[in-house]
Nanobody, 122 residues
Framework: QVQLVESGGGLVQTGGSLRLSCVAS????????MGWFRQAPGKEREFVAL????????VYADSVKGRFTISRDGARNTVYLQMNSLKPEDTAVYYC???????????????WGQGTQVTVSS
């Protein structure tokens, strides 16, 4: 089991930036892939970005490519999501996840943080 704690959400205007952080603890060796999903009100949880343990492999949803950057600090067991050029449609609760494989389906992951709210005003 992996424990995940997110931080860094908030309210920002369109075009602004935010950086989310997620600290992992527990059985992190068994869950080398970390990443972010998001869920807007009334919608399913959707894939945002994933990163390998080394950081050499990253995967992004088309909707955030070129605007969001995922990175990782192995020494701190922390993954980051730098979000630039934010749009109102990015408004959602952002969840950190960790698992053994790459999957854009949230059902592929068992470990989740509590979520952090990101609100982008128009």
């Amino acid at each position: 089991q992996v424990q995940l704690v997110e931080s860094g959400g908030g309210l920002v205007q369109t075009g602004g930036s935010l950086r989310l952080s997620c600290v992992a603890s527990g059985s992190t060796l068994s869950s080398p892939v970390m990443g972010w999903f998001r869920q807007a009100p009334g919608k399913e949880r959707e894939f945002v970005a994933l990163i390998s343990r080394s950081g050499s492999t990253t995967v992004y949803a088309d909707s955030v490519k070129g605007r969001f950057t995922i990175s990782r600090d192995g020494a701190r067991n922390t993954v980051y999501l730098q979000m630039n050029s934010l749009k109102p449609e990015d408004t959602a609760v952002y969840y950190c996840t960790a698992g053994a494989t790459y999957s854009s389906d949230y059902n592929g992951y068992r470990n989740w943080g509590q979520g952090t709210q990101v609100t982008v005003s128009s």
